[in-house]
């Protein structure tokens, strides 16, 4: 685990320890000391971390001027113990609403698991990017996390969407396939 690096491509886009609205800004890097872990595996140390003990982030866009972000997410996604989602929620989410960005991609296909628990802060995640025309997708997620997501139905509030070969998309590009498509979905 500790060789998957989160995309990079964008960089010359976007860094978002630079961006001064980002809840990372400022951060600091090490390429050779691997401290953070999940199942007692290090992980790359550009990985961001926001409070979850596994599950680990990178913001790889936020676009203020159309509203979208784009984070890629890696580890265990566990709601049950650890309150995933109230750490995602509060500490990076809320920042960047805050920024008036309300529709989100996020990144899934490192997410190795999914454990359900309260779906209260997906519920006022959903109503708040709803209120502003916003969205919330998942793409690539594993199969059996998508299960579990499915089984918690929390599809409802978060779009699962599988995306051939999302990486060779600029930013923009992979962000107006999403909202195109799920504009048609809403016109059938």
Do not use: C
Request: hydrophobic share 35%; glycine share 4%.
């Amino acid at each position: 685990m500790h060789e998957i690096e989160p995309f990079y491509n964008w960089r010359h886009i976007y860094i978002s320890e630079e961006d001064d609205r980002s809840p990372f800004y400022g951060r600091d890097y090490s390429e050779f000391e691997y401290t953070n872990q999940v199942y007692n595996y290090f992980i790359h140390p550009q990985w961001d971390e926001f409070g979850s003990r596994t599950l680990y982030l990178k913001v790889l866009l936020a676009d203020y001027e159309e509203q979208y972000a784009i984070i890629e997410m890696i580890g265990e996604w566990n709601d049950a113990i650890e309150n995933d989602i109230m750490w995602l929620k509060r500490d990076v989410i809320d920042v960047f609403m805050q920024q008036k960005i309300f529709k989100f991609i996020l990144i899934g296909e490192n997410v190795l698991n999914y454990h359900s628990g309260d779906k209260d802060y997906y519920e006022e995640w959903y109503e708040e990017v709803s209120e502003e025309n916003g969205w919330i997708v998942s793409i690539n997620m594993p199969e059996q996390t998508q299960y579990d997501f499915k089984l918690a139905k929390l599809n409802y509030y978060i779009e699962l969407m599988q995306i051939e070969n999302w990486r060779i998309y600029k930013p923009f590009h992979l962000f107006k396939k999403i909202d195109n498509e799920l504009q048609s979905r809403l016109t059938l």
